[in-house]
Structure formats: structure tokens, C-alpha cells
């Protein structure tokens, strides 16, 4: 499927290939020679996704724009199955392995190979030619590389990125407290009204719309 979303639609290059049950929704554009496998989804519902050309996007990836974080992958980089990437800046020649997960703000140094459900977190930056193995955690900029076991010095350098902040416009709720009535029906609502004139050709406009400023992000 093919959606307008907000006065925008998508550009897709005529030599792309989208496979019949991706989704594409939004200011979305995708460069020549790319691939879209089935099932993938890349939905730019608060901020733009490009995709350059020579790209491959595997079956049931999820790439999404988020508002502040543009989402853009450059030429000759390939986005693996199940692969979750938000508002982030993949360089060239990259490789996202499968079930890999990419945060809000960060970037994928030329070259970097995100290895199978590695994880890159929040407003992280990878020099080029970086390798996450199997699993591993990439955390901080400049990114230090963690096993998944050493939560607390993963936490210890997470904490100060700011994920409420950044991702949902809110201060970190105190310890044993939660933001998340606050935050999920506000969202909830964002999303309905954002997408209730989604249109396969039609214009999408969505009047009754929160400004930016009132809702959150996507998380993450």
C-alpha cells in the first residue's frame, strides 16, 4: 500500500521494486535501484524517511521518521528482516543484520555492519567501519560496544541520552514511578487523528491534528 499522509506522498523512483504487501506512508522517498521486500513497513508519520538508491529493505523490516530525527539510509546499505529502525542516519555500505534495532538520533558510520539483534541506542554514533556482534549493545558518542550482560554500565551511559526527554517530551519519571498513563492515551490519540484520513491517492490531511509541540514522539 501506497499512503498520503499530511499533504504528502510518497516518491518512489520507477525502477524501485516494492513488494505487493509492503506499506508506504508519508514523505517517504526511495532511490532507484531499491529494493522493498514483503511485508516491510516505512512510515514517515512525524518526520521524512530517504532511502538512497541501490538499497535493499528485507521482509518485515519497520523504518519509521521521527520528529526531530529524519530516517536515512544511503546507498548501498542493506536493511535486514525484522530490522527496526527509527529517525536514524545509516551511512553507506552498511549491513543491518536481522533483528537488529536502531534508535532515535543515532548514526551508522559508513561500512558499520549491525550484526543479528544487535542494538544501537539512543543518539549513538558509530565511527565508520564498526561492528556490533551478536546481540551486543552499541551505546554512547562516541558508541562503546557492550554485551547485553553488563546492564548496569549500559545503563550507566543510556541514562544521560535522555530517551523521556528526547523521545516522549517528558522528564524521567522518579524511581518505582511511571510516565505511561501520561503519555500512551496522548499517543493513542496522536496516532488516530494522524491517520484518520490516510488514503490510498487522496491527499491525507489531517486538520484536527495536534501542532508538534502537543504530542509526543513515536517511542522507541
Not at 21 to 34: K, L, Q, R, Y
Not at 61 to 90: H, K, Q, T
Request: hydrophobic content about 45%.
Amino acid at each position: 500500500m501506497i499512503l498520503s499522509d499530511a499533504h504528502r506522498s510518497p516518491r518512489i523512483d520507477p525502477t524501485a521494486r516494492i513488494a505487493p504487501n509492503a506499506v508506504i506512508s508519508g514523505d517517504v522517498e526511495i532511490g532507484p535501484n531499491t529494493s522493498v521486500g514483503f511485508g516491510a513497513a516505512i512510515v514517515a508519520e512525524s518526520g521524512p524517511v530517504r532511502i538512497a538508491g541501490n538499497c535493499v529493505i528485507m521482509e518485515n523490516a519497520v523504518l519509521r521518521g521521527i520528529r526531530g530525527f529524519a530516517l536515512d539510509i544511503a546507498e548501498f546499505s542493506l536493511i535486514g528482516p525484522r530490522a527496526v529502525l527509527n529517525g536514524c542516519r545509516v551511512g553507506r555500505e552498511c549491513f543491518i543484520a536481522t533483528g537488529a534495532t536502531v534508535f532515535n538520533g543515532a548514526v551508522i558510520g559508513d561500512r558499520s555492519e549491525i550484526r543479528i539483534n544487535a542494538v544501537v541506542h539512543l543518539r549513538s554514533c558509530l565511527a565508520p567501519g564498526t561492528m556490533v556482534p551478536i546481540g551486543w549493545v552499541a551505546v554512547g558518542d562516541p558508541a562503546r560496544i557492550l554485551p547485553p550482560d553488563q546492564h548496569e554500565e549500559i545503563w550507566a551511559i543510556q541514562k544521560d541520552l535522555d530517551f523521556p526527554g528526547q523521545v516522549f517530551g517528558v522528564a524521567r519519571p522518579a524511581a518505582g514511578e511511571t510516565f505511561m498513563p501520561q503519555v500512551v492515551p496522548r499517543y493513542a490519540e496522536f496516532l488516530r487523528r494522524r491517520h484518520a484520513l490516510d488514503a490510498n491517492g487522496g491527499d491525507g490531511l489531517v486538520r484536527d491534528c495536534p501542532a508538534p509541540g502537543e504530542q509526543p514522539q513515536e517511542p522507541e
